[in-house]
């Protein structure tokens, strides 16, 4: 098997008369004297974080940093010399980076075995070809091969252009490389020493420490199958494993940086199969020796550029596949040489699949570059996509990730579903690809043709209390957005589309509401995004929250699930209170990362499954500790019918309301009713498909309604099917009107009734009888109706006495609901009249409770005024009755009399007897009358001074006359005696 057939090198030079860069450029269709790709690797070279390779932005919402130029360390590699102490030198210093302390010694001649502080065997490359068996290792400088492998690994440094690293079939080790450079072979070598590193067939753990670097030229100077070809690092086979990683890679939370120990792996990249990471030319003929697979990065700076028709990492033309690339951590950074992709398998003109390549994480980075001359792309197959199968990227928790397909860095588009929050396929045309992953945000908007975009999280708050303020707002769902440029918009910038958004969360969350509500951001050139505010019954208050230093939160609602049945799961109350929650990073976290309180659940499930009502508390905990605690309610239906041959069900409610007022429509009484439908295979009947088929019911219920009637109506109510339920509209004198809109609480309704006096009192149960009061939560459960106990006191001590009378009762449920109603006393009462010494005695009179007696003709008594019929009060005082009030209770009224002035003249008697009379049923009326006007008390002083007044004028006129009259009685005594 071949590679395509091409002109070679010395036919071309022959025929042009050209040097050899020149004939390659020829053959190849791309320029080798001056490309992109050598530019490329020779900026590398010097430093995984020198020159634009490293200069990562990208276009997504999350910021990657934008890394500075470090000075170069180290000689060019290929240039190094071999060295050899000729002393002892002090054990390595730990730099400030972080490495790892390694106290090793450097020895005249061959090293003895020596240890690093974690258990490795230090080897020294420079000092001999390193080679590790399953026997242990040799060469590397030490003095006596091992006899067997060190349980710890490994830990090689040097610098060499001559000798190479080994790995044998079957081992398994660690192995650390710190600040390795290994230039190994040359073009067109016949040399059997062709790789930098080999670990094919070993399972091996690189540990990467300072720079290193692999740099390979075993390659051939013209195209076609060459035996002598090689790798920086080789693994060839499908079998076994290679990891490479930072010497931080097992730290928790640990994210990479460019003090992470590095690797460059180098193909010379004008040279025909010679590799960077992955398998080799030379062993495809054997199925065992060809391909490439199970190979990680966990961490670290890697560079990988190969040369031409292979990829950067993956296997080499006329391989098998490339299965089993797994990116985690680090940032890795790939170039493909010509005909072939970054990452994948390479184009030999037949079709090489790439399968299984998964990068993830939250700060990984990756960049893969394939050949642009002939369309490569940076992650896939060269034969395309149709050959590309699972090569996915998967954001961890927090994070969001983005795939740009492009021709740079700056000149891209992102691929569809950018930003993704769940594994994603990676599907590119651009021979430029770019995988990272940024903070999570709940939304994202990305304009394609700007690539303005903008990103924002829900907010999830416990409702009541204060509302927020604008600056909350933009805190709490960290609204963050980039121009077309990739460069951050201020959060200034960054503004609310709708004010009455704003005034609708506020108005909802100060009046304690729950529910969901949109909050649009855009950017300045237009571009929006819409959050949701969550509010709900309990959980956190994120309005007290400082957004400077956010806090973890969680939120759940109420709910209600019909009784009976099987027990509730703990997935099942998630999602019935629709529980969520967020780190103190604004990532949301998944839903069966919840828990409910076990006990609580146990007692809900156990009055579930016993088919009993009722309302109970859960509390839900977060991963944060956060807690909420809702009400779950029972709800027991008042009627159900199930087909037994269509299987469809439906079950309903009792309608309990005020009466008068306003007539119910059909869809108001379907509504009340919350008559709930399913059809036979378990799918819901909408309510809007629901029937009332008697007309006549309708207009029973409403001709009493609208006309103040009270009473008990039958309703019937069908699926389209015909399976029907009968329930009960009560209306009643007081409580709810079921008509009006309103808050949602409870239904309440209870009758006025009128009730013999007499005997003992009446009971809660026996009044709420009486009454006809009936009761309903505002799920729709028959809720307990509670009597005013002290109003039910007053009639019971009112009606022991015997006595009757009106009287108000207060009927009212747990939410606030209240029915007011009049309790009326009735029965005969006896009016016995005392005429206390008069001539006359009026007959006893039975008079029905609440109406007034018959005034009897007054009595008369010699010597004495009548002042009128007076009776005994609750407090003992005598008070005279008015007949034009109702009788509630049996009484005597005794006549009262006052007494006549003996020295009053018969004329003078009758006179004053009649004003004295007038005067004392005029005083006794005010009296009697005081309680009505005692308010009037201005009009009162006013009238009794003007009173005051005509009396005193009256003693004058009076006293006038007397005088006159003996004036003239005097002169005409004289008259008669002068005559």
Not at 10 to 21: L, Q
Request: glycine letters at 14%; hydrophobic letters at 30%.
């Amino acid at each position: 098997m071949k590679c395509p057939k091409e002109s070679t090198l010395e036919d071309v030079k022959r025929k042009d008369g050209e040097n050899n860069e020149k004939a390659m450029d020829k053959m190849s269709g791309r320029s080798f004297s001056d490309r992109d790709h050598r530019d490329r690797s020779r900026n590398c070279s010097e430093s995984p974080w020198r020159g634009n390779g490293w200069k990562i932005r990208g276009g997504g919402i999350s910021r990657i940093e934008e890394l500075t130029p470090e000075e170069q360390v180290g000689s060019e590699a290929g240039t190094a010399t071999e060295q050899s102490s000729t002393e002892e030198e002090k054990p390595k210093e730990i730099q400030a980076s972080g490495k790892t302390a390694a106290a090793k010694k450097k020895t005249k001649g061959n090293l003895k075995k020596q240890l690093a502080d974690n258990g490795q065997i230090f080897l020294d490359v420079s000092k001999g070809d390193v080679r590790i068996t399953l026997s242990g290792a040799t060469g590397g400088g030490l003095q006596q091969s091992e006899s067997s492998l060190n349980p710890k690994g490994y830990w090689i440094t040097g610098t060499t252009t001559s000798n190479n690293i080994e790995v044998s079939e079957g081992v398994k080790t660690d192995i650390t490389l710190e600040d390795v450079s290994i230039t190994i072979g040359k073009a067109d070598t016949t040399t059997t020493k062709r790789d930098c590193i080999n670990v094919s067939h070993a399972d091996i753990t690189l540990t990467l420490i300072g720079d290193n670097k692999l740099i390979c030229n075993t390659g051939s100077s013209v195209t076609g199958f060459f035996v002598n070809t090689g790798n920086a690092l080789t693994k060839d086979g499908m079998d076994g494993s290679l990891t490479l990683q930072c010497e931080h890679a097992n730290e928790k939370g640990h994210k990479c940086d460019k003090s992470c120990g590095s690797l460059l792996a180098k193909g010379n990249p004008e040279l025909w199969h010679v590799g960077a990471i992955g398998s080799t030319l030379r062993n495809m003929q054997k199925a065992k020796e060809s391909g490439f697979a199970n190979f990680t990065i966990r961490g670290g700076n890697i560079e990988a550029l190969a040369g031409i028709h292979s990829p950067g990492i993956g296997s080499a033309c006329l391989s098998e596949n490339s299965s089993g690339v797994y990116i985690s951590g680090g940032r890795v950074e790939v170039y493909g040489g010509g005909h072939a992709p970054g990452i994948g398998a390479s184009n030999d003109g037949r079709s090489r699949e790439t399968k299984n390549i998964e990068i993830s994480g939250g700060d990984t980075v990756v960049i893969a570059v394939g050949d642009k001359e002939t369309g490569m792309p940076g992650i896939g197959a060269a034969s395309g996509n149709d050959y590309v199968s699972n090569v996915t990227a998967a954001p961890d928790f927090g994070y969001q990730g983005y795939i740009q397909d492009g021709i740079s860095e700056t000149e891209y588009t992102f691929a569809d579903g950018t930003p993704f929050k769940e594994k994603t396929d990676i599907r590119v045309g651009q021979f430029y690809t770019m995988v990272y992953f940024g903070p999570f945000r709940d939304t994202n908007e990305i304009e394609k043709n700007t690539k303005d975009q903008i990103g924002a999280n829900h907010v999830i708050s416990k409702t009541g209390g204060k509302g927020f303020t604008k600056e909350q707002l933009k805190g709490l769902t960290k609204v963050t957005g980039k121009n077309e440029n990739g460069i951050d918009f201020n959060t200034s910038d960054l503004t609310f589309t709708r004010e009455d958004q704003i005034q609708a969360i506020n108005a909802a969350k100060t009046s304690g509401k729950t529910g969901e509500f949109p909050l649009t951001f855009a950017t300045p050139n237009g571009t929006e995004t819409t959050v949701t505010i969550y509010l709900k019954a309990d959980g956190t208050d994120s309005a007290l929250m400082d957004p400077e230093q956010p806090e973890p939160t969680i939120g759940a609602d109420d709910f209600c699930q019909d009784t009976g049945g099987e027990a509730l799961s703990e997935e099942d109350v998630r999602k019935l209170a629709s529980v969520q929650g967020k780190n103190s990073d604004g990532t949301t976290y998944p839903l069966d990362e919840f828990t409910a309180d076990a006990g609580q659940l146990e007692l809900i499930n156990h009055a579930k499954t016993a088919g009993e009502s009722g309302s109970f508390e859960l509390t839900f905990t977060s991963p944060d500790g956060k807690k909420a605690t809702v009400e779950v309610v029972l709800k027991t239906y008042d009627e159900i019918t199930v087909n037994e041959t269509t299987g469809e069900q439906i079950k309903g409610l009792d309608i309990i309301g005020k009466t008068g007022g306003k007539a119910f429509t059909k869809e108001q009484l379907i509504k009340l009713s919350d008559a709930t439908a399913l059809n036979g295979d378990g799918s819901a009947i909408a309510g809007t498909e629901l029937v009332i088929p008697d007309e006549k019911q309708v207009k029973a219920i409403n001709g009493a309604k609208t006309n103040g009637k009270t009473g008990d109506f039958p309703l019937t109510i069908e699926t389209p099917g015909g399976t029907g339920i009968t329930i009960r509209v009560y209306l009643r004198d007081s409580g709810t009107d079921e008509t009006k809109n309103g808050e949602q609480r409870g239904s309440l309704g209870a009758n006025d009734t009128a009730q013999l006096t007499g005997g003992i009192g009446f009971s809660e149960e026996e009044i709420t009888k009486l009454c006809k009061a009936k009761g309903k939560n505002k799920y729709g459960n028959n809720a307990a109706v509670i009597v005013d106990k002290g109003q039910l006191g007053t009639i019971n001590e009112i009606k022991k006495a015997g006595k009757t009378g009106d009287f108000p009762l207060t009927f009212s449920l747990e939410d606030g609901t209240k029915a007011e109603v009049t309790v009326t006393l009735t029965g005969n009462h006896t009016v016995i009249f005392d005429s206390n010494g008069g001539d006359y005695h009026p007959d006893d009179q039975i008079v029905a409770g609440g109406s007034p007696a018959a005034e009897p003709r007054e009595p008369k008594k010699e010597g004495y005024v009548f002042e009128g019929w007076y009776y005994t009060d609750e407090d003992g005082g005598q008070k005279r009755w008015d007949f034009a009030d109702p009788v509630n209770s049996s009484m005597t009224l005794k006549a009262r009399w006052k007494k006549i002035p003996e020295a009053a003249s018969g004329e003078e008697k009758d006179s004053t007897a009649s004003q004295d009379r007038t005067g004392s049923e005029n005083h006794d009326k005010d009296k009697w009358k005081y309680g009505e006007v005692k308010g009037n008390k201005e009009t009162d002083k006013n009238r009794g001074a003007d009173t005051a007044k005509t009396g005193e004028d009256g003693k004058l006129i009076w006293l006038l006359g007397c005088t006159a009259g003996s004036c003239i009685f005097g002169w005409k005594k004289k008259k008669a005696g002068l005559s």
